[in-house]
């Protein structure tokens, strides 16, 4: 066995939109580093002592879709034309690649050190496109969530309405095609 076969490895979740997928899909790794995503920490584990393995990952893939919302508004806040649909990668980062996050409120929160490459992403998960409208709703209603406004946080918290779709690697090209 390898040094890289027996290099303990961690799943994280990491925020993404459709076209940093299609420079992924180019350049063959999800980067550049440092990286924020969102996977089951000692302290996610702590405050949520109920939940098994499989229930942390949703949460952590949660949290990672939040963060999608996000980089698509500040996207279109820069002027680009996103689509409306949130996007998170699934990848196992070795451990020493993985770091605590910078802000300790966000208990799922952690920091990658290096790029992920490709062979390191184990899956995409992507809203269906009927979601669309909900995520609009979201993106159209973050602002005054930020600002405290509880109707605009229930809107935003809609969007989690919409379960993320689960895809292989291998179908990246057609996702962003």
């Known amino acids: 066995m390898s040094e890289k076969q027996i290099e303990a490895s961690m799943r994280v979740y990491l925020p993404c939109t459709l076209p940093a997928l299609a420079r992924v899909a180019v350049v063959r790794e999800l980067g550049p580093a440092p990286l924020n995503g969102y996977a089951v920490t000692p302290a996610l584990i702590e405050w949520y002592t109920s939940g098994d393995t499989e229930e942390l990952e949703y949460v952590a893939l949660t949290e990672a879709a939040r963060a999608s919302l996000r980089m698509l508004a500040d996207d279109r806040a820069d002027g680009l ?3 409306a649909r949130r996007v998170v990668v699934a990848a196992d980062v070795p451990d020493g ?7 300790p409120a966000e208990r799922a929160l952690v920091r990658l050190t290096a790029a992920v490459p ?3 992403i184990a899956a995409v998960h992507l809203d269906d496109p ?4 909900d ?5 159209a209603a973050l602002p005054a969530a930020d600002r405290g406004d509880d ?3 229930f809107v935003v918290d809609g969007a989690e309405a919409n ?3 689960w895809y292989a690697t291998q179908e990246i090209p057609d996702l962003v095609g």
């Open 151 to 153: 109707d605009a946080r």
């Open 81 to 83: 034309e996103v689509p």
């Open 135 to 139: 995520v609009e709703a979201a993106l």
């Open 118 to 120: 490709l062979s390191g």
């Open 163 to 165: 379960e993320l779709l």
């Open 97 to 103: 690649e993985v770091g605590a996050g910078a802000d």
């Open 130 to 133: 009927a979601a669309a409208e």
